[in-house]
């Protein structure tokens, strides 16, 4: 959620590129007439760059006073910029409007705008160690000028943020925080602290974030402003909560959590945007536009619903998301919104491979490419993602080494901890599967102990360490050792409505206690598992558990039954395996292959499936 530092000026006073005239004295009436014709071709339909720039070009053979020339420098700077691909003299004009404010007295908005039009070019250009000293710069003169101080205090946190230097962002929002509590402005002061409170989240350094949410509950709470302000707050506040307990795999915990923040998104739906600014020039900020909001409660919803298992639902807030995103696109070229589009494909992706639907993972794995390949960020944001989805198919199409190689680079990839730790744990799943890994297996569920110093705080995580250590067992024969496993397995994950992890843990249970000949207590595990699965719904599980409830009744002589749970376990093959030869006949599937830089452009196409069925039936 790093885009999410990302806060938006209210006030128009450096969003737009149009070109105006706002000099204390009069101006000349050539300079009103080259201004309105160089805005008159800016705003055309098409827009004519090229004779809006011969216009403001013009200015400069009146030999300008320097109030002119600087402002006249920001816009050509500024228009060449956003409007076309001529960056050697978008950054002429931009660092000259900066040098030449800076010798001039009382001219704030072109002063600071041009330091911080320059610092997004120069970030844009990666060159990123020119931007921090004009910023710097421009955050040390502009003390006395409040929208403008806050703005620069956010662009530059926002900088240290995409460079994951996080201690030096959350200083500038530490700073920021006090500096609205000086200028009198609360809802800025929470902006700030909600900011920091996000890094410090992604930092995992919960005993600071606990206080400042703590302290930012009780600043929204006492606020008493615009509704669409304080409401926005609550929605930044109450996502920062949800995305904390989801992190730390507590999905039933966090259920009053996100219906508070599901019902504070329809309050703000139902308000109109009040169009009078606020007086105090600090608190000319909002957090997000109102449709950024309503998406982004769509996919933390989803996020939701993937790890309780409740995929129908996921499903129904993912189409829900991604149709409002195109709409928004159209319109809209922020960054945030392919950010957004990526993590709903993400969790999409994955609730499709439960599902059964492995061709449509496999097309949808194909999209998160081509918008990463439109993104270095992006990519650099998301490679490891990618590549763990990738090792996920593998293992749905039954292509063990490509699914081994997959989640290698992937964790080459990341230093993310909850993502290390679930790729890890897919990787045991692969090596148990094999079955002659045994050097490398030991390994790694070393590092995933659930017994003893587990990497992570994710009690969902922890919970599937414990099943796959249950499920090792079982594979060994162990098989009072694999029940206390998945016994421990199935405690956390009622605890937490963990539905996918209590479906397998039960089916593996029911597994085990057929292989003993306690029919019995076999039956008492398979049925809610098979009840438990059809739910979700999870193929993989309902198969097993057909095939177990058929071999069940036939051991008890429930012929009626057996035949029954036989024809279910047929149809259950089908589905998978009619899924399992569209997947490997779409030219995506070479994407298996791809372990290293950018994903590729084109796919060879297949001549049908070349992975066995085997394993999966």
């Known amino acids: 959620f790093v885009a ?34 160089a805005e008159h071709f800016r705003t055309s339909s098409p827009p004519k760059i090229r004779l809006c720039v011969h216009c403001l070009q013009a200015v400069f053979q009146f030999k300008p006073p320097p109030r002119v020339e600087a402002r006249t420098h920001l816009q050509l700077g500024s228009v060449l910029y956003r409007h076309t691909k001529n960056s050697e003299l978008a950054q002429s004009h931009l660092e000259k409007a900066w040098f030449i404010s800076q010798q001039i007295s009382q001219f704030e908005d072109v002063k600071f705008e041009a330091a911080s039009i320059l610092s997004e070019f120069y970030c844009q250009q990666n060159l990123v160690d020119s931007a921090k000293p004009v910023l710097r710069k421009a955050i040390q ?56 409170g996000m890094l410090l989240l992604m930092e995992r350094k919960l005993s600071e974030v606990h206080p400042l949410l703590t302290l930012c509950g009780t600043i929204v709470e006492n606020w008493q402003g615009n509704p ?19 992190d730390a795999g507590q999905v039933k915990s966090v259920k009053p959590c996100l219906k508070q923040l599901q019902q504070c998104i329809q309050t703000i739906s139902t308000l109109h945007d009040d169009e009078i600014l ?12 109102k449709e950024h909001m309503c998406v982004l409660v769509y996919l933390v919803t989803v996020m939701h619903s993937m790890q309780a298992g409740y995929l129908e639902k996921a499903q129904k807030y993912t189409d829900k998301a991604l149709m409002q995103l195109e709409k928004l696109k159209m319109l809209d ?34 999209q998160v490419c081509q918008l990463c390949q ?4 992006l990519f650099a944001n998301h490679a490891a993602q990618l590549h763990t989805l990738l090792g996920l198919y593998c293992i749905s199409v039954n292509c063990m080494d490509n699914a081994e190689a997959q989640f290698t680079a992937a964790l080459q990839m990341t230093t993310h901890q909850e993502l290390w730790t679930f790729i890890v744990t897919n990787l045991a799943s692969v090596y148990i599967r094999e079955g002659n890994r045994h050097q490398e297996l030991y390994s ?17 995580l922890r919970a599937a360490a414990f099943y796959i250590r249950g499920l090792l067992s079982f594979f060994q024969g162990r098989y009072n050792e694999a029940k206390r496993f998945l016994r421990e397995t199935l405690k956390m994950s009622n605890a937490e409505d963990l539905n996918r992890l209590t479906a397998c843990s039960l089916v593996l249970l029911g597994h085990i206690f057929f292989v003993l000949g306690n029919h019995r207590e076999s039956n008492n595990m398979v049925v809610p598992a098979m009840q438990l699965a059809s739910k979700i719904p999870d193929m993989s599980v309902q198969l097993w558990s057909s095939a177990l409830l058929k071999d069940l009744n036939k051991a008890c002589g429930n012929t009626i039954d057996a035949h029954e749970a036989a024809q279910m376990h047929q149809n259950f093959s089908q589905q998978l395996l009619q899924d399992h030869i569209a997947a490997c006949s779409l030219p995506e599937h070479n994407l298996i292959s791809w372990t290293d830089g950018l994903p590729p452009v084109q796919f060879q196409p297949q001549n049908g499936p070349t992975t066995s069925l085997a394993g999966l039936l």
């Not at 017994?451 to 992570?456: A, C, K, S, T």
């Open 374 to 377: 439109q993104s270095p960020r």
């Open 228 to 246: 669409i302000q304080k409401e926005s707050l609550r929605v930044f506040f109450l996502v920062l909560q949800v995305t904390h307990y989801l």
């Open 444 to 460: 790694l569920l070393e590092r995933i102990n659930p017994d003893h110093n587990f990497p992570v705080s994710s009690h969902c």
């Open 333 to 366: 070229s922020n960054p945030i919104l392919s950010t957004f589009q990526v993590i709903l494909l993400e969790h999409i992706i994955m609730c499709r491979l439960v599902t059964g639907h492995k061709a449509t993972a496999l097309q949808e794995i194909s």
């Open 4 to 37: 999410l530092t990302q806060i938006h000026a209210n006030s128009c006073g450096g969003k737009k590129a149009a070109v105006m005239a706002a000099t204390t004295e009069a101006p000349e009436p050539w300079y009103l007439a080259l201004l309105g014709f």
């Open 141 to 196: 003169i502009s003390q006395q000028t409040p929208y403008w101080h806050c703005r620069l205090l956010f662009q530059l946190a926002q900088l240290h943020a995409l460079e994951r230097d996080l201690v030096s962002a959350c200083d500038l929002l530490g700073v920021g925080a006090e500096y609205a509590r000086v200028m009198g402005s609360e809802y800025t002061r929470a902006l700030f602290l909600l900011s920091k």
């Open 278 to 289: 606020p007086t105090n020039p600090a608190a000319l900020f909002h957090w997000l536009p």
